[in-house]
């Protein structure tokens, strides 16, 4: 099952990598692989993919070659499409899907595992509400030009380090002014907007927040231009309380962007603080730099009614800043409450956080888990309402209570993902503050799902032998395709790893089984070293 925004897209990777991967210990690491045409490479891949979804697919394109897309049913939520033969591994299988009514809502119930305990989230039917509005063009063109626009910038002494590992000469502060000189000279005429920066101190150019303009614009840019990372530490409570306490401009909606590696020690007040204020501002962050606390950026952006960001390189960054401005340009959206309308003995318990904002051109889901008996054909609402600019807007869904088995369990996992990453979440903000119950109730959801956490982590077993290995490992070439370059696409050497790679360089692999283990205090190897399967 795939959800319904308007395009989806999923990416399948055949690597084309020109690199050689060698695995430590090799006795004979500059050993040489037979490269041969892509044309004459004598592997194949057989893919197909099955869509299913509550509103009908219009459409589906790709990169590369498909069969013609085939229906399922009559009503067109449910096909299939393959991949055409002769694909010649010369790019990225990608799969675009497209689907009809996109903006409207959807409520979608799955039957809980049969193996699975009554009363657990696997056990019972879940429900996934999916919003995707489409708001009135009247309503978004009338504030269009109005707020308030208020950029705090992280300056404290970590924002100097590279901002990823393959780039080291692009730093978290470079990146960071550029994010911010991008908003900044996209702010529509008429606004207002003031700059913070901070570290142990706090800064900012305007004494109050001033009216854009070309003049203010320039003053502004060249100031930004001129800001390192020589603030010192990250107190970005200070900064944000003075920030909230200066009145807002009237009729102009204040949208606080913060922008931050997120190395500080008091989330939690930070967020509870943005929380607090959330009635006159909206908080929009911007992790800079491979390792941001997400915590911190995610945190602040749901409890202030916005949307977070992470920027980690120049890949996608005007879109990414794009799309926040985008949506702190919309008017907020206000009073959102939904309301269960279940037979009597079933109730509904909300999985997923509370919805704090809704934007045009975001999906927003919600995951609740339903309880007690019922008849077959029972059915259940929900309604959800919320008011956009002094105008109230409603939507009442339809469910069927007890709906046909799904094996896949794709909505139960996405709701356990949204229950663990809550929970996650909590726990860093308490940091120094153990949870034990919390930490069992990760465990016991991630492995009883199938999800990943932090506390857990896959091993993988090969099942096709359960002997030992005996005697040395022996090596194997594998042909691998050339594109033209000088460098094979890979190379596996004879010293056992990861069955990824197996699967990567296309070579024939054992049947492997990966199975959920609670992470413990002393080291798991991975994978399993079982039978013939290794080179």
């Not at 603080?273 to 009635?279: I, M, R, T, Y």
């Not at 919805?355 to 019922?374: D, H, M, V």
Request: proline content about 7%.
């Amino acid at each position: 099952m795939l959800s319904c925004s308007q395009e989806t897209q999923v990416q399948f990777l055949v690597s084309q990598t020109n690199k050689v991967f060698m695995f430590p210990g090799s006795e004979d690491a500059s050993a040489q692989v037979t490269s041969v045409p892509a044309s004459l490479v004598p592997y194949s891949l057989s893919f197909c993919v099955q869509v299913s979804s509550p509103r009908p697919i219009s459409k589906v394109d790709s990169s590369c070659s498909l069969d013609p897309l085939q229906y399922l049913n009559t009503d067109q939520t449910q096909a299939s499409v393959k991949l055409a033969a002769g694909h010649k591994f010369d790019r990225d299988v990608e799969v675009l899907i497209y689907y009809k009514d996109a903006h409207q809502p959807t409520a979608v119930v799955e039957a809980g595992q049969a193996s699975a305990k009554t009363g657990s989230l696997m056990g019972d039917p879940v429900v996934m509400v999916s919003l995707y509005p489409e708001f009135p063009q009247s309503v978004m063109s009338s504030l269009a030009s109005c707020g308030e626009f208020v950029f705090l910038m992280d300056r404290s002494g970590s924002m100097g380090c590279p901002i990823n590992n393959n780039k080291p000469q692009e730093t978290r502060i470079s990146s960071a002014r550029d994010t911010l000189l991008l908003l900044l000279k996209s702010l529509p005429m008429g606004c207002y907007f003031n700059i913070y920066s901070f570290g142990s101190t706090f800064e900012h150019i305007f004494p109050k927040s001033v009216e854009y303009s070309e003049k203010t614009m320039e003053e502004a840019v060249k100031k930004v231009e001129g800001m390192d990372a020589n603030l010192g530490g990250t107190e970005i409570l200070r900064p944000l309380e003075h920030i909230f306490s200066q009145p807002c401009v009237p009729k102009q909606p204040r949208q606080l962007f913060v922008f931050t590696d997120g190395e500080v020690e008091n989330t939690k007040d930070v967020i509870d603080l943005v929380k607090k204020n959330a009635g006159s501002h909206r908080c929009f962050s911007f992790g800079i730099g491979e390792g941001a606390s997400s915590a911190l950026i995610n945190g602040l952006a749901k409890e202030g009614g916005g949307h977070p960001q992470f920027i980690s390189g120049t890949d996608r960054m005007q879109a990414k800043v794009m799309q926040s401005l985008k949506y702190a340009l919309q008017p907020a959206v206000q009073d959102i409450s939904i309301t269960w309308d279940l037979p009597q003995g079933v109730s509904a318990t909300i999985l997923s956080p509370p919805i704090t904002a809704i934007f045009q051109g975001q999906r927003s889901l919600i995951y609740a888990q339903l309880t007690g008996q019922s008849s077959e054909a029972a059915e259940g609402s929900v309604m959800v309402k919320y008011t956009l600019a002094g105008h109230p807007s409603q939507d009442q869904l339809h469910f069927r209570l007890k709906p046909a088995e799904d094996t896949g369990l794709t909505v139960h996992r996405l709701a356990a993902r949204s229950v663990i990453r809550s929970l996650e979440s909590e726990e860093r903000q308490h940091r120094g503050q153990q949870d034990d119950e919390k930490k069992k109730k990760v465990v016991e959801l991630s492995v009883q799902s199938g999800v990943s956490s932090s506390f857990t982590a896959f091993i993988a077993v090969n099942k096709d032998n359960k002997e030992p290995i005996q005697g040395p490992l022996v090596r194997r070439n594998i042909p691998t395709p050339f594109f033209g370059g000088a460098v094979p696409m890979m190379a596996m050497c004879s010293i056992p790893g990861p069955p990824m790679a197996r699967m990567m360089c296309g070579g024939i692999q054992p049947t492997w089984e990966y199975t959920q283990v609670a992470n413990s205090d002393h080291e798991i190897p991975f994978p399993e070293r079982h039978g013939e399967g290794w080179p």
